[in-house]
């Protein structure tokens, strides 16, 4: 997004924030670029000005959400000047991304770039976010007297658990079919993230 234009900044906004509504509400084997520009008001041709391909707007949608968790994770810090202990740390991992719909749905676009090479290759282009999120998280997790591997561990087991614990959270009866998706989309993929 540039700075240039900020009624195009918030059309984009609006846009990507309309592709986590519709993933979270129908799933991803369910939306589409008509679906996309009928939940953000626009035209499937409006829709194309801003992202020429599907997979495209699916991969921006993804850096998205992780740009806002992101925003979210350094305010809350520095809130609290930048001391934050692991377990409070972790609590405002859960209640700030795992916990919310979006996390679920940004795990079905993992999945869909598993089975989809013109997502996938759009989906590198975050690869960068994802590991910057990922070193962020890596920081506040852990000791200063553990190594950089004991430390990896113990971010890859707590976001494990976070992912699976917000994966039964969406759970419910109104969202079994959401639910049955993402286990066929692990089912074929044989994982979650293409990275």
Known sequence: ?????PHA??????????VMRLITRNGYYNI?????????????QELGKFYPSFAQLLAASFGY?????EQERNAE?????????AEDYVELLWNGMFRQPEYVASLELLMGARGDLELREAMEQQ????LKFRNGVREFIGHSDQTEEERSALVSKVVALLRGLSIQNMVTPEKRRFHDDLVRGLSNSGGI???
């Open 127 to 130: 690869k960068d976010r994802l």
């Open 9 to 18: 900044n918030d059309l984009r906004a609006s846009i990507l924030a309309s």
């Open 32 to 44: 589409t670029d008509e679906s996309v520009a009928r939940e953000a008001g626009l035209s499937v």
């Open 77 to 85: 810090i520095q809130k609290r000047d930048g001391k934050i202990s």
């Open 65 to 69: 959400q992780l740009d806002l968790w």
């Open 1 to 5: 997004m540039t700075a240039s234009n």
């Open 193 to 195: 993230s293409p990275f």
